[in-house]
């Protein structure tokens, strides 16, 4: 039977409007000028809205959401996003990793994380925090967080090294399924210049290559691109997604996302990936593109 899943990435949600630039410090303060200047006029809640519509009769295994939901990371602002995860779908449907910018300073966590807490939880009885799996039928969802507080115009994550380990067992007990491991910032060397980049984009494919996984999912860049890493059982291909709610103004690329369906036949993995973008009209999402994988399955 075959199952089906999406992800998108860096909605950047939140409206500034009502935020003083004099109640910023340093760090925040930089981000909200870029806001007021270019990203508010780029990131567009009607563009959201659409694709929210795109979403609703999808009936979808699992959503997958790779980070930068907020601009700055305020606590006003991770309460917009808990309104819109809510819009997206119940928590055991939606499931978020968060990006650079919602962990820009360091803050209350009670005023913050915790409010997207069930959308970031694993599957019941296991223990809370990344990485974080979520197994529906023969699809496991494996999120890790790339995401700390940086020095101005840094934008680099890091995996730390308690969630590595963590994630190589997580990878051997799921062998056998189709594994998807959803993070913001790319595993792949070279992919971002260095003050954009994961620190140790090397450890963290150490484990993917080593241990296995169908697929790798992540965002940041802004825009869609296909990379690989070598895997225990053959490549694994590491795909990344525009911001979901691009108008594509300033070179970047226009909102899209990936829908994927997972079939198991004697071979392995049959996975169709659709790509779904903003229309001309930036009134809908419509297909514009289908690309087919065979995968092979771990033993
Ligand atoms: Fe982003
Ligand atoms: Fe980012």
Redesign the pocket.
């Known amino acids: 039977m075959a199952q089906t899943f999406a992800q998108l990435s860096?909605p950047h949600l939140s409206d500034l409007g009502g935020v003083q630039a004099s109640q910023l410090l340093s760090k925040r303060l930089l981000s909200y000028l870029s806001w007021r200047r270019k990203r508010r006029f780029e990131h567009r809640r009607e563009v959201l809205d659409a694709l929210a519509e795109d979403l609703a009769g999808a009936n979808l295994d699992q959503l997958l959401i790779t980070?930068?939901l907020t601009h700055t990371g305020l606590p006003e602002e991770f309460r917009q996003a808990q309104q819109w995860l809510r819009q997206l779908g119940p928590a055991d449907r939606v499931a978020v990793t968060p990006?650079?910018?919602d962990a820009l300073v360091k803050d209350d966590p009670q005023q913050t994380f915790a409010l997207w807490r069930d959308y970031m939880a694993p599957d019941p009885g296991r223990e809370t925090g990344f990485p974080s799996l979520r197994q529906r039928g023969e699809l496991a969802f494996i999120g890790l967080s790339s995401a700390l507080p940086t020095p101005p115009l840094m934008?680099s994550?890091k995996v730390d090294g308690t969630q590595l380990r963590a994630l190589a067992e997580l990878l051997e007990e799921t062998r056998g399924r189709f594994r998807v491991v959803y993070v913001?910032?790319s595993p792949v060397q070279g992919v971002e210049k260095w003050r954009?980049a994961l620190r140790n984009a090397d450890a963290v494919a150490k484990v993917l290559s080593t241990h296995g996984a169908e697929l790798v999912l992540h965002?940041?860049?802004?825009r869609a691109r296909l990379d690989q890493l070598p895997g225990r059982d053959g490549d694994i291909p590491v795909i990344a997604v525009p911001s979901a709610s691009a108008m594509g103004l300033y070179g970047a690329d226009v909102a899209a996302y990936n829908r994927y369906r997972v079939e198991r036949d004697d071979r392995g993995w049959q996975v169709t990936v659709e790509r779904r973008q903003l229309s001309a009209d930036r009134k809908g999402f419509e297909p514009v593109g289908e690309d087919r994988l065979a995968l092979p399955r771990s033993d």
């Open positions: 860096d980070g930068d990006g650079n910018h934008a994550g913001h910032h954009k965002g940041h860049g802004h």
